[in-house]
């Protein structure tokens, strides 16, 4: 099934027409959504709801869209009041096994938990590779639970394109806890940055090798840093990369104005840790919102989320739209033989959009 069919039957979706000598045509019916009823299971916390819901933002399908906005309409006074993390890694570090350790123990204090899991997209298929939902097999059948795997499509910084949205839905549904989890580290962390109040790195026990090949300006970012798999062998380890880390963050610009990027060491398979993040998530919350940064912050993404969709809209019309698909063409011919300026293909194709 196609991403938003919503009947995976496609005769059923086509009507039947007689035409002149006895000839038949099938013809695509308007696809309706109920979204009130969509709303209403939304509401009442129904994950089958929330998973038709994020379905339906995921479509491109005009139609589609116009129901995903009316949908966000309704859902929008009960957003905001969520707990959104942000979490990445470098490749190895053990992001899936940390979540899903995480997200149980919440689960079981009593917090409602969705994680949005972003994975790579194949280059043939655009579909997820990792399958998420195999990786937190523990985390996906607990009752307070929901895992949402989608694939990045090749979006900057891993992200897909309609986290944002993905992320109002899951609250609207009482989720108090969002985790976004991301492809990896790259120079485009800045798209989950912008999208969370808090955001984590997990790194690996022996922090020289992996400040070879971080960047300054992902360490910057980070509200709190992960040495992850500290166990066995690794204690030893694991204390001595927090106390270099600890170190460099003397010289480092700050993630958030009046808080101080902690470092803390995780063991997943021991089970050791992952509360004492929590305690410093809640008070990383409470500081913020005393000094007014957790709602500027919340404003900032929502500038920032309305600017970027402005730039979706404009590539869509250009790239999408039949009409303006082909003078795109014909000017980009122009420009790659050398006949046009690029600056005046481009002024061309903005004063010909403004009649």
């Known amino acids: ?212 090949g971080m960047k300054k300006g992902i360490m910057e970012m980070v509200d709190l840093l992960i040495v992850h798999k500290a166990d066995g062998d690794n204690v030893k380890r694991a204390k001595r990369t927090v106390r270099e880390y600890k170190q460099l963050y003397h010289f480092l610009q700050q993630a958030t104005p009046g808080w101080e990027t902690k470092v803390k060491a995780v063991s997943s398979i021991d089970g050791t840790g992952h509360d004492e993040v929590w305690d410093i998530v809640q008070t990383f919350q409470a500081k913020m919102k005393e000094s007014d940064v957790w709602e500027e912050r919340r404003r900032r993404q929502q500038r920032t989320w309305f600017r970027e969709m402005i730039i979706e809209q404009l590539y869509n019309h250009f790239f999408h739209d039949p009409e303006q698909k082909e003078l795109v063409a014909s000017l980009e011919k122009l420009v790659v033989s050398g006949e046009l300026a690029v600056g005046e293909a481009v002024q061309r194709l903005f004063h010909r959009t403004k009649k």
């Open 1 to 212: 099934m196609k991403r938003g069919d919503h009947t995976g039957n496609d005769k059923a979706n086509k009507l039947d027409e007689k035409l002149p000598g006895g000839k038949r045509r099938f013809i695509k019916k308007s696809r309706t959504v109920d979204v009130d009823s969509l709303y209403g299971g939304l509401r009442a916390g129904s994950r089958t709801s929330l998973a038709r819901a994020i379905t339906l933002i995921e479509s491109v399908h005009p139609e589609d869209e116009a129901a995903a906005a009316k949908l966000l309409q309704h859902v929008l006074p009960h957003t905001g009041k969520s707990v959104r993390l942000g979490v990445s890694g470098v490749p190895g570090a053990g992001k899936s096994t940390f979540i899903e350790t995480f997200g149980h123990m919440l689960c079981e204090a009593g917090h409602r938990v969705a994680v949005l899991a972003i994975d790579p997209s194949s280059t043939l298929s655009g579909g997820s590779i990792l399958g998420d939902k195999t990786r937190m097999e523990k985390l996906t059948r607990h009752r307070r639970a929901f895992i949402r795997p989608s694939p990045s499509s090749g979006t900057l910084g891993g992200v897909h394109r309609k986290t944002r949205e993905t992320i109002s839905l899951c609250e609207a549904a009482g989720f108090d806890v969002i985790i976004v989890e991301t492809v990896g580290v790259g120079q485009s962390e800045t798209a989950v940055r912008d999208m969370v109040d808090f955001f984590m790195l997990l790194v690996l026990t022996g922090a020289g090798d992996d400040l070879q």
